[in-house]
């Protein structure tokens, strides 16, 4: 009889030592997650201060290019004229 009380005690204790690795689990699962989700607000925060950078960036240099267009269209019409006369 005390065999079977045992085999009940260490039982009881490996089930519960099964829920409780099942909850430590469960509880580090959601801490992945946690962690998943502020990697992935900063990611996109990062990804958004690179786009806002790159589009002034763009904007700067389309402005050059056509400022330097215009120039040249100037330049070249002054030239043409100038020879033409």
Do not use: P, W
């Not at 519960?16 to 996109?44: C, F, S």
């Not at 700067?60 to 040249?72: E, K, N, P, W, Y």
Request: proline share 0%.
């Amino acid at each position: 009889m005390s065999q079977d009380k045992l085999e009940k005690h260490e039982f009881s204790y490996t089930h519960e030592d099964r829920v409780a690795t099942q909850k430590d689990l469960r509880i580090l699962g959601l801490e992945l997650e946690q962690k998943m989700l502020e990697i992935k607000i900063e990611l996109e925060q990062k990804i958004s201060d690179l786009k806002s950078y790159f589009e002034g960036k763009i904007n700067s240099v389309t402005l050059r290019l056509g400022s330097l267009i215009v120039a040249c269209s100037g330049i070249l019409f002054g030239l043409l004229s100038y020879f033409h006369k």
